[in-house]
């Protein structure tokens, strides 16, 4: 099992281009969230899912949308990137929505810098 | 506001020595996490726990309910284990979603 998948590792784009941020699981999780690291603060809240089809938004979901076609992927889509979301993104899956008693996993995270 | 505060931010110690971290949130939680972050980014979950303690190889969590702290504790500590620790707590009546302390960075020198 590869657990949990981010692609890609490293991403620079130019104030006003998109990307999508992909993040795969093969463990059959039905919670997956994306999280934002910025020097000096916790780790925050995008946008989180708990199963296909059900999205809601975390802490920080301005500029960020996301999709849960499959239970497998949910990708993260920024419309147009901006300076202010540098930052390094992980994915996190639960094989039930928290605070069942199992562990988070994590992606290996995206560091992206938009100039 | 709902917060989860750590200390120390920054801990070098000399191997062998025994190391605590602690984390104190505000309000009751239904469930409390410790996480590393190794050098090179990745995230992995230490502990989950509600109650009591916890012990994995060298490494002992505890949790004290009604003083809202929890405690991380490597024994024999050794460089590798070098990293960022992170408490993350989920508040009673929250959507299933953690709060993040800013971690605390400890070095293990040989």
């Known amino acids: 099992n590869a657990g949990v998948t981010q692609t890609p590792k490293f991403q620079v784009l130019k104030t006003g281009q998109s990307m999508t941020l992909q993040c795969a699981q093969d463990?059959?999780?039905?919670?997956m969230s994306w999280y934002r690291q910025d020097p000096g603060m916790g780790l925050r809240l995008i946008h989180y899912s708990v199963g296909a089809g059900i999205t809601d938004q975390g802490e920080v979901p301005n500029g960020y949308n996301v999709s849960r076609s499959t239970t497998e992927d949910f990708p993260l889509r920024l419309l147009s990137a901006a300076p202010s979301q540098t930052s390094v993104y992980f994915c996190?899956?639960?094989?039930?929505?928290?605070?069942?008693?199992?562990?988070?996993?994590f992606g290996n995270g995206t560091r992206l810098t938009v100039t | 506001k709902n917060e989860v505060e750590q200390s120390p931010q920054n801990l070098t110690a000399q191997e062998g020595e025994f190391i605590t971290i602690n984390c104190s949130y505000s309000v009751g939680i239904s469930a409390l996490h410790w996480l590393q972050q190794h050098p090179g980014g990745g995230i992995v979950s230490l502990f989950m726990?509600?109650?009591g303690k916890k012990k994995h190889g060298r490494l002992i969590a505890t949790i004290n309910i009604q003083e809202k702290h929890s405690s991380l504790h490597i024994t024999a500590s050794h460089p590798r284990d070098s990293a960022v620790y992170i408490c993350?707590?989920?508040?009673?009546?929250?959507?299933?979603?953690?709060?993040f302390g800013k971690g605390t960075k400890l070095s293990v020198k040989p």
């Open positions: 726990l509600s109650s």
């Open positions: 993350a707590v989920k508040y009673g009546g929250s959507q299933g979603n953690l709060i």
């Open positions: 996190a899956t639960n094989p039930r929505p928290i605070p069942h008693n199992s562990p988070l996993h």
């Open positions: 463990m059959n999780h039905e919670y």
